[in-house]
Every structure is written in C-alpha cells, then in structure tokens.
C-alpha cells in the first residue's frame, strides 16, 4: 500500500522503561540496531498498526505499555535503489511513519523477540535515549533524529539535550553504564525468551571488522 508519492505508511516504536532508556534491537544476522517499526495494513490506523508491531517484534500486549506521545506528522525517508526489489523500483520510493512514545508498565520479562515465527531482532539491550545514531543503517538516521527531538519533551524527567553518539559509545575502558555512573546488569542476568543481551552494539560490528580482515 503505497501513497501517491511511492511511500508506504508505516509506524515506528520508542519503548521507554523505567530509567527513561528506549528498547535498542540488533537487526536479525546483520549489525544494524534501530527502533521497533513496520508498515501499516490496508484498514488499519496507526495506532493498531504499532501494537499489532508491538507484539510481532517485541512481544508486547497492549496492557505491558501506555502511550505517552507520538509524532504530529508524518516523518519520510527514501530507501536506496540497492535496497528496493527489482520489481519494485520505480513505484516505491520509501517510508512515511508515524512515530509512538511508550511507557513499558509489564517487566522486561514480558519482552519476547520469538512472539512470532519471523523475528525481527536477534538481540537487544536498554540504551540511554539519545541512541548511537553510527549503527542505525545510513537511510533511516534523519528520521530517527527527527522522531527522538520531536518526542524528548514527552519523555518524563528528560533533562531535553541533544546528545546524539555519533562517534560511539562513552569510554570503552570504564564500561558500560546507565545514566547516573552505575555499571550495568552484564549477559548474567536473566533475559526474556529468545533475547540476546550485547552491553555495547559497537563491539559487535567491531569485531566484525576485525575478522573480516583476518587472513
């Protein structure tokens, strides 16, 4: 279902918990991390759209979140001919979204990335708000720049500045941490069926890297 201009409507998800951190998931088999998104069916609204999303992707019913705020407007981005089907090219241009704020109110183990029999995530993590925006595939950043401005002054005790990780993550030789300086939960602590806990989405590409260039 495409608009006029090539644009398919679609939804995009910026789960909060408790900490004011948004739910971060690795992309199955590849090393981009983004933001719970999809497109929306012919009869549905926006708001059915992402919890139906909610669920396939993540796991979550619509009574393990509340709705805080979502975008004004619609926020596009353009997908790259090497990203579109041959037989699409030409008619689809790219994404139209329509972007929620959430509050989860369940636990995290309420969270489960095999609700379905196609998942969309192979790991995840909480991440402070202002995600690394170097990790997200290079097309959808402006629109996560957009939807994270746009929806910080909805975010509850958010101190509102722009602190964008382009370079990566805080310093490598203390570790990761939350947001006021106490180390996080490590991979031993307990995960929601079918999660992968990574502490640092950069290490996963870093590695990558180094053995790509391994003899």
């Known amino acids: 279902m495409l608009d006029r201009d090539g644009f398919r409507p679609n939804v995009g998800i910026i789960l909060l918990n408790q900490k004011n951190q948004v739910f971060w998931g690795k992309r199955i088999r590849t090393h981009s991390w983004q933001f719970p998104q999809g497109g929306i069916d012919r009869g549905e609204t926006?708001?059915?759209?992402?919890?139906?999303?909610?669920?396939?992707?993540?796991?979550?019913?619509?009574?393990?979140?509340?709705?805080?705020?979502?975008?004004?407007?619609w926020l596009r981005y353009e997908v790259p001919d090497r990203y579109i089907r041959r037989d699409a090219r030409?008619?689809?241009?790219?994404?139209?979204?329509?972007?929620?704020?959430?509050?989860?109110?369940?636990?995290?183990?309420?969270?489960?990335?095999?609700?379905?029999?196609?998942?969309?995530?192979?790991?995840?993590?909480?991440?402070?708000?202002?995600v690394p925006l170097d990790v997200v595939v290079e097309f959808k950043r402006g629109v996560y720049e957009m939807a994270l401005t746009e929806l910080a002054r909805f975010v509850p005790r958010h101190d509102h500045r722009n602190r964008y990780l382009r370079g990566g993550m805080r310093s490598r030789d203390q570790g990761p941490h939350e947001p006021h300086g106490e180390p996080m939960p490590g991979p031993s602590f307990e995960l929601p069926p079918g999660a992968t806990f990574e502490p640092d989405p950069q290490s996963a590409i870093k590695n990558a890297q180094e053995s790509n260039r391994a003899p």
């Open 46 to 73: 926006p708001e059915q759209a992402m919890f139906r999303e909610l669920h396939e992707e993540v796991g979550l019913m619509p009574e393990h979140v509340r709705i805080i705020a979502r975008t004004r407007d």
């Open 90 to 130: 030409g008619h689809y241009k790219g994404q139209k979204q329509i972007w929620y704020l959430l509050q989860l109110t369940g636990q995290d183990w309420n969270l489960n990335l095999r609700a379905t029999n196609h998942p969309e995530f192979d790991a995840w993590r909480w991440n402070d708000y202002w």
